[in-house]
């Protein structure tokens, strides 16, 4: 097939420049730095896997109900500080994307405190949610970090 029947057929261009990028592609890929290896879009278990190790040792001192890592769900049970036993909380921690940002984390957190024998729910201060995502941000961070060195 010569080379103007190539252009002149759409599908066969398209495979050729597919082709062509993937070999293009192949022969550099001995010259990627330590870094691209430790990139922040992990993905081997569905969600960005930085993120989810991360959450996994925040929430650590509680129970889990729920870890799934393909939809990037952690749900802990409920945990009563041996220090207060009449409070308890519980934690959803929900990864939304495969990158490690910011916005790819959302927690939430209920409370409960102990009133005549019965749990009622009480309101979770918005400063401890956001210190969660904090936490579990700077852990995420630190394990890219290590990753690269």
Known sequence: MSATAIFRRPSTLALAIIATTGLV?????GD?????FAASQVTTIGVNSYLWRASLETVSFAPLLQADSAGGVIVTD????PENPSE???????ILDQDL?????????SRQV???????DA????????RLEDI?????????RQAIS
């Open 25 to 29: 592609a192949c022969s550099s890929a």
């Open 101 to 109: 940002r910011a916005d790819a984390l959302r927690v939430a957190a």
């Open 136 to 144: 579990i941000l700077t852990k995420a961070r630190e394990l890219r």
């Open 123 to 130: 309101p979770v201060q918005a400063a401890t949610v956001q």
């Open 32 to 36: 990627r730095t330590e870094a691209d």
């Open 88 to 94: 308890r909380v519980k934690v959803t921690i929900t």
């Open 78 to 81: 409920w945990y009563a500080n």
């Open 114 to 120: 102990s009133q005549g024998g019965a749990w009622v």
